[in-house]
């Protein structure tokens, strides 16, 4: 038997972050398989090298925090994760699709299969909330107007925002348009989630609503969750793991925990980087 099967979400979330700290083993639950990886993954625009031959992984159920400075190439790589941009060198496969060597087939399959939060909230400002959030349904789905609806329903509910379905973005404020996203994002039941600077611009307590909002997703869903961020708060209170991109290395320059990171990793930048302080 698979215990990670019947082991409640919270502690299922427990004992994955011991395996992925300690390597620890109960029956065969250990540290998840890996859900994305990335091999040798080179990014450029034009002659503009972005990102140099990196590898890595991100594992089954985990929250995952790419940082960086600005300019890292943080937003690059979340661009290539998705489908957006293609590699000019290197490999994705991200739940089993082959998104580098696959056409316009395997980036449908792609689609269906991830959600995804832009920096912006990149809702359309021409539609009402509860449209937006029915537009992956309407294009993945083959459900009837009156069940979408009901769906549509149910997501705004769930952020709060159900007595918001006709309104406008212009017409809410910038935690409602993050929380729109949100439930756009997760339309389909993701498997895999993308949140670009989900708490960019929000003060520390709506940016804490949405922390929560995260680990609630990845706790009661499973939802493997790949994060974009400088924002130190929302790093430690968020992510099992870190990746953090190295703008003059072109590479990955520290991964593991935040924690472990800030307080023991070797290298002086990145000591530096957790060492600041944390903004207000």
């Not at 990102?51 to 890292?72: A, H």
């Not at 969750?225 to 870190?242: K, M, P, Q």
């Amino acid at each position: 038997v698979d215990i990670s099967r019947i082991i409640f979400p919270a502690q299922r979330r427990y004992w994955a972050k011991r395996a992925f700290v300690d390597g620890y083993e109960l029956g065969k639950f250990m540290a998840p398989e890996p859900i994305i990886t990335v091999k040798n993954l080179t990014a450029k625009y034009g002659d503009d090298v972005i990102l140099d031959d990196i590898s890595f992984q991100v594992r089954q159920g985990e929250v995952l925090v790419i940082l960086g400075t600005s300019g890292s190439g943080k937003s690059t790589l979340m661009k290539h994760l998705i489908g957006l941009v293609r590699p000019h060198a290197g490999r994705i496969v991200v739940d089993g699709i082959d998104i580098t060597a696959g056409g316009e087939d395997a980036l449908g399959r792609l689609f269906n299969r991830i959600g995804v939060l832009f920096q912006s909230s990149a809702l359309f400002g021409s539609m009402t909330l509860a449209e937006n959030v029915a537009l992956p349904l309407l294009e993945y789905t083959d459900f009837s107007q009156d069940v979408i609806a009901k769906l549509v329903h149910l997501k705004l509910c769930r952020f709060d925002l159900a007595d918001y379905e006709e309104y406008a973005p212009s017409e809410i404020s910038g935690g409602m348009k993050k929380r729109a996203g949100l439930a756009r994002a997760l339309a389909l039941n993701p498997k895999i989630l993308f949140l670009d600077e989900p708490t960019a611009g929000l003060d520390p307590l709506k940016s804490a609503e949405i922390d929560d909002m995260i680990l609630d997703i990845n706790s009661n869903t499973g939802t493997t969750v790949v994060v974009v961020t400088h924002e130190l708060h929302s790093i430690f209170n968020i992510a099992d793991r870190v990746i953090m991109i190295d703008k003059n290395r072109k590479g990955i320059l520290a991964e593991g925990d935040p924690v472990f990171l800030r307080d023991q990793s070797p290298n002086a930048l990145v000591r530096q980087f957790f060492g600041r302080k944390k903004s207000s």
